[in-house]
């Protein structure tokens, strides 16, 4: 049981406000938390009645290996965000799926043998870094790309620069075991989960956080009470299909039901729309971010979803839900309003469920 101000190493992972940021599209989702902040053991009524806020960015599948992890390790570290660093620091918190190890192969970032085998250099924790990027999730089907050692070698280089990470744990512990960040006063709990592995790597389910609920909801729920908010990254579904699966469908909704507030769903590689249950929200696919796949449109472009968490004396509540067009690959960029934006934006809308598209401000 992690009961409340812990988290990895015994405390809560803090973070200051930074500045504001280009609004697309908006819409209000409340969540009522209101008698956990007032339930705090010590809280006065002071802490309890203030207003804070947290300005959150869901990126999608981010791969700083192949070509990028080259780059990288010539040292330029800052490449592949280069275009949007700075809307990136604008965030409190910018989560991305890490859809590549980050280990040391001797100046490798691809298998000789197999192109949908990678890794990222070590100084790609830094680039995330730089970047802004404040927490991602492992647990993908890429996790064990270069067996366990380079598992066990991204989560040491993420912990050394600070950056916190979901979905796969070291030696001894579960998989399960969430990142717990606490910004401006907001405590946010996030997990992540995958549905699928790569290759015959026997054993994985006890080194990376799978999707099975009988793992995953026991693990909300010892951090429910505690948490004002809780993130789960959902890795599956079919690359490339044109709408989500009922399985990933099913699998959020038993999420959202189980305690989760929001669902970030990765690896289809293209952008799907936005749904609410009751008051509570998934994204099926957020698409492709640093990933170069150029031979299909919606490989290409997709968006990124940003919200507000707002706590004061009522409780805690989603707000501005938004959806930041882009145009994805090697640098990544944001797009400013009109042209292949409002095709993205046309493309979220429709595979929206029918509550979104009426909330919504398009």
Request: with cysteine; proline share 5%; aromatic share 8%.
């Amino acid at each position: 049981m992690i009961i409340p101000g812990e988290a990895r190493g015994g405390r809560w992972l803090r973070g200051a406000g930074l500045t504001a940021f280009t609004l697309y599209c908006g819409w209000v989702l409340l969540i009522d938390r209101g008698n956990g902040p007032a339930a705090e053991a010590g809280a006065t009524a002071a802490e309890v009645t203030s207003f804070s806020e947290v300005r959150f960015l869901a990126l999608g599948d981010v791969n700083l290996g192949r070509r990028v992890g080259q780059v990288i390790l010539k040292g330029d570290t800052i490449y592949p965000f280069a275009r949007v660093a700075d809307t990136l620091r604008g965030y409190d918190i910018v989560f991305a799926n890490l859809e590549s190890n980050i280990s040391d192969q001797h100046g490798r970032t691809q298998s000789p043998r197999n192109n949908m085998v990678f890794t990222a250099p070590p100084a790609a924790a830094q680039a995330l870094k730089r970047a802004g990027v404040r927490i991602v999730a492992t647990a993908n089907n890429h996790a064990l790309d270069f067996g366990v050692s380079a598992r066990d070698e991204t989560i040491r280089y993420l912990d050394s620069a600070g950056v916190a990470h979901c979905g796969t744990s070291g030696k001894g512990q579960s998989p399960y075991l969430p990142a717990l960040l606490r910004v401006n006063g907001i405590r946010i709990a996030f997990f992540a989960v995958t549905d699928l592995m790569n290759g015959p790597a026997s054993g994985w389910k006890d080194l990376v956080a799978r999707a099975d609920t009988a793992g995953l909801l026991p693990a909300i729920r010892a951090v429910r009470d505690s948490s004002d908010v809780v993130v789960v990254s959902y890795h599956g579904g079919v690359e490339y299909a044109p709408t989500a699966s009922e399985r990933t469908r099913g699998f959020a909704r038993q999420v959202l039901e189980g305690g989760a507030d929001i669902v970030l769903g990765h690896h289809p590689h293209v952008p799907y729309g936005i749904e609410s249950a009751g008051k509570k929200v998934a994204v099926h696919s957020l698409g492709n971010f640093v990933f170069m796949q150029p031979d299909r449109y919606w490989t290409r472009f997709s968006f990124a979803l940003s919200f507000d968490i707002v706590r004061d004396g009522t409780g805690t509540r989603i707000r501005s839900l938004r959806a930041l067009p882009l145009r994805a690959g090697f640098q990544p960029e944001f797009l400013p309003p009109g042209g292949e934006a409002a095709t993205i934006i046309q493309r979220v809308r429709l595979l929206s469920s029918q509550d979104v598209q009426e909330h919504m401000t398009w």
